[in-house]
Each structure stands twice: as structure tokens, then as C-alpha cells.
Nanobody, 118 residues
Framework: QVQLVESGGDLVQPGGSLRLSCAAS????????MSWYRQAPGKERELVAVISSTGGSTNYADSVKGRFTISRDNTKNMVVLQMISLKPEDTAVYYC???????????WGQGTQVTVSS
């Protein structure tokens, strides 16, 4: 079965950096687009970054452009979100996700908490 396990969330001061990782298993990782979403308290879950199956194409939410970088290693079934210049408004639970058109289902990890506060 599809499993997505995030790690790397932490409490960090404004201006700091964090590296989130997502370990994937149970599917042909290299064939799937991967995404990072986040959900802040009282807000809807929002798309943060997307990376194509080969890693050749990426897209970002306007709010994180220039600060976040999504990457993947298809040999390790891993997707990474590198975050710099963190702001308090980046505080959220961050989720790794992928969508299966065959199964018509989006899969989610359990999430990892990122808190940006002084």
C-alpha cells in the first residue's frame, strides 16, 4: 500500500531554515508527480510545491517562491522540501502527497509540524 512518511519538522526562529523529507513506498515512485501541502490552524490545506516525476519541472505557491526548493531522489524514493528565510506565517503542518489517476485517489502522509516563532 502507498506510504508517505514525513520528517524534519521543528520549531525554528524567523529567518531560519528547515529541511523536510518524505520517504515513499508502496508505489512506483519515479512515475509520480509529488507535492508538498501545508495546513495552518484554522485555514484550508494549501499547495506549497510540486515536482514532476523526473524532477525536471517544479512549481511553487507565490508565498514561498524564492525561499522553498522542492527536489527528489528517485533512487531513494525520497522527496525533499528545503525551506529558508522562514516566516511566522509558514507555521503549519506540512504534508507530502501524490495522486493516482488510476485509483482516483490522493494519498497523504501523516504530516510534520513546522513552527516559526521567536
Amino acid at each position: 500500500q502507498v506510504q508517505l512518511v514525513e520528517s524534519g519538522g521543528d520549531l525554528v526562529q524567523p529567518g531560519g531554515s528547515l529541511r523536510l523529507s518524505c520517504a515513499a513506498s508502496g508505489f512506483t515512485f519515479g512515475a509520480y508527480t509529488m507535492s508538498w501541502y501545508r495546513q495552518a490552524p484554522g485555514k484550508e490545506r494549501e499547495l506549497v510545491a510540486v515536482i514532476s516525476s523526473t524532477g525536471g519541472s517544479t512549481n511553487y505557491a507565490d508565498s514561498v517562491k524564492g525561499r522553498f526548493t522542492i527536489s527528489r531522489d528517485n533512487t531513494k524514493n525520497m522527496v525533499v522540501l528545503q525551506m529558508i528565510s522562514l516566516k511566522p506565517e509558514d507555521t503549519a503542518v506540512y504534508y507530502c502527497s501524490t495522486f493516482s489517476a488510476l485509483m482516483r485517489q490522493r494519498y497523504w502522509g501523516q504530516g510534520t509540524q513546522v513552527t516559526v516563532s521567536s
